[in-house]
């Protein structure tokens, strides 16, 4: 086959010997551009799945420490402490009442749950309130760290009164199952 190939080829004459041997070669750039481009998302895939699979392993590498510290967190937590999601919005609203928040209120609260803890999240949003107001709510609220975590704090000012702020913020709370 080969042979009839060759007597063919070197039977025509020089311009379309000069022509075949061009189709031919567009013919290999567009392989090779084809291959370069699959060659390249080959080597991408795998570069993204070796970096994925060394963190996978430093996790799993640390797995004894993290669940030692996980132990050890859930072991400072007390059960009756922890705050289910209408317990945490009480709480939320009776701190903010108790530095003298009034223009202040929840959206209602959202549960993510793996069986053994629960966590809810509370948007609040508090309006028009001074500094000095809002600084007490922000320390009542770390002070029932980690029951309460902040996860979300934005602070705007009133546009008609700069000294007045809005205070918006997500707050949540591990419940343990019991």
Known sequence: ?????RILFLS???REKVLLLGFVAL??????????????????????????LKEQQQWLGNRSSIDAAVQ???GRLVAANTLDGTRLATEVSSLASSVGLRNAGGEPSTKTSNGQFSVH???YTIRNADFLSLLKF???????SPYIGIDQ???TANPANPAQLSLSLRVSS?????
């Open 72 to 74: 050890k967190a859930a």
């Open 12 to 14: 025509r004459l020089l």
């Open 121 to 123: 999240t509370l948007n």
């Open 138 to 144: 922000y320390v009542a609220l770390r002070d029932r």
């Open 27 to 52: 013919g290999m750039l567009l392989w090779l551009s084809s291959f370069s481009t699959r060659g390249g998302r080959f080597w991408r895939e795998q570069r993204t799945t070796t970096v994925a």
């Open 153 to 155: 704090f934005s602070l």
């Open 174 to 178: 591990v419940e343990i199952a019991r």
């Open 1 to 5: 086959m080969f042979r009839t190939l």
